[in-house]
């Protein structure tokens, strides 16, 4: 550990997220306690297009920064005298939005001169974890989000290995374009996934398992297999029951990924099996993995709602990590659209 000044006092990250449609800055104290964690969200905004459009969000993100960091500082109660050090994700995501956060981190570092700590946005959902439930090791993290579908095992703190990952589209993905192919607005997976419990049958559709073996996921043949059933039943003229439709995706989505997930948990004897990311808000995934560890005697971890979609309390969570161990960026930082998340483990 560097004997930097700060040490044996109170940790406070200030913590910055603007990867993608949200603008959400955070005060962590000690990587486990929330004194703020304010989001400010461009759903309303990218709507209209039916998904987010880069340019708009990079933009959004300049016009909220500044007063999302002041409502943070000001709901946390503490001066930005007693921070130890600032936090900004740094990848993956869209290039021109990261870099938004990244130049208010790094004008927050100069000016009261603290360590910056670029962070990975898939060690943030993990670490979302963190400050709900104390995490163990080995743990393996089911990260399922609107642009990662990823197994990724942990074997000591902040070590990632990605064991398995989608070779296509991602979980949240496939969730928005059949959404979008049922007529429901951006983001549609909280729009299937309550029609999918509405439902009382499910239209059949497969299963993608890949080699026996394998890991990996793969969305887009579910994701096709949806779309043939509705050109098909347009065809014939008949009516489809949107319901039966959502209740099919939806169980193929949580069988692939609950039996892989609960298998890689087995083969790697974890401690843990945790579910991160925007789609571990999902109503039928929680209540299935919920009963599924139970049954199994595994402990499972799942954020609450507010901490599974973007947020910048998570990257405070996982910018901890690196800040204990005194691993800091320096301040030429750029915004790295497809980070690897195994080259942002610690080193020691
Ligand atoms: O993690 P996140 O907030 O952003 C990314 O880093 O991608 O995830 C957003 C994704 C969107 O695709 C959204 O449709 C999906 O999470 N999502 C859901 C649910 N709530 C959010 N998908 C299925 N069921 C939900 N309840
Ligand atoms: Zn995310």
């Known amino acids: 550990m560097n004997n930097i000044s700060g040490y044996g006092k109170p940790n406070y990250i200030l913590a910055i997220e603007t990867s993608c449609d ?20 461009q759903i309303e905004t990218h709507k209209r297009f039916g998904g987010v459009v880069p340019e708009v969000a990079s933009r959004k993100h300049v ?33 021109g939005a990261l870099l938004v956060g990244i ?6 570092a100069m000016a009261l001169d603290l360590p910056l700590i670029g962070t990975h946005h898939i060690a943030g959902h993990i670490y979302a974890n963190q400050l709900v439930h104390e995490m163990e090791y080995p743990c393996m993290a089911l990260v399922v989000s609107g642009g990662h579908t990823e197994l990724v095992l942990l074997e000591s703190e902040g070590v990632f290995r990605v064991i398995g990952r989608t070779r296509d589209d991602a979980v949240g993905e496939a969730y928005d374009k059949v959404a979008r192919a049922l ?10 996934d309550r029609l999918a419990h509405e439902a009382e049958a499910a239209v059949p559709l497969p299963r993608s398992w890949l080699e026996p073996d394998s890991y990996d996921f793969s969305f887009s043949g579910l994701k096709s297999a949806v779309l043939n059933v509705i050109n098909q039943t347009k065809m014939r003229n008949e009516e489809l029951n949107f319901a039966h439709v959502a209740r099919g995706f939806q169980e193929s989505v949580i069988d692939v990924l609950m039996e892989k997930a609960i298998r890689a948990a087995k083969e790697f004897e ?15 995934l929680r209540e299935a993995l919920t009963a599924r560890c139970a049954a199994e005697g595994l402990p499972l971890l799942i954020p609450p709602f507010a901490l599974c979609s973007d947020n910048a309390a998570m990257i405070g969570a996982a ?30």
């Not at 962590?28 to 004194?35: A, H």
């Not at 130049?103 to 927050?108: F, N, R, S």
């Not at 690196?322 to 020691?348: H, I, N, Y």
Request: charged residues 20%; proline residues 4%; aromatic residues 6%.
């Open 183 to 192: 007529q429901f607005p951006y983001p549609g997976g909280p729009h299937v």
């Open 270 to 284: 974890v401690k843990q099996l945790l579910l991160c990311g925007g789609v571990a808000a999902n109503r039928g």
């Open 63 to 95: 016009e909220t920064i500044t007063i999302t960091t002041e409502e943070a500082v000001e709901e946390a109660g503490i001066a930005l005298t007693d921070l130890s050090a600032i936090a900004v994700t740094m990848g993956p995501g869209l290039v």
């Open 103 to 108: 130049v208010a981190a790094k004008a927050l």
């Open 22 to 41: 949200e603008t959400s800055v955070a005060i962590i104290k000690d990587g486990k306690e929330i004194l703020s964690n304010i989001v400010a969200s």
């Open 319 to 348: 910018a901890y990590l690196k800040w204990k161990r005194g691993e800091f960026t320096a301040l030429d930082l750029k915004g790295e659209p497809t980070l690897s998340l195994e080259a942002w483990s610690v080193q020691s």
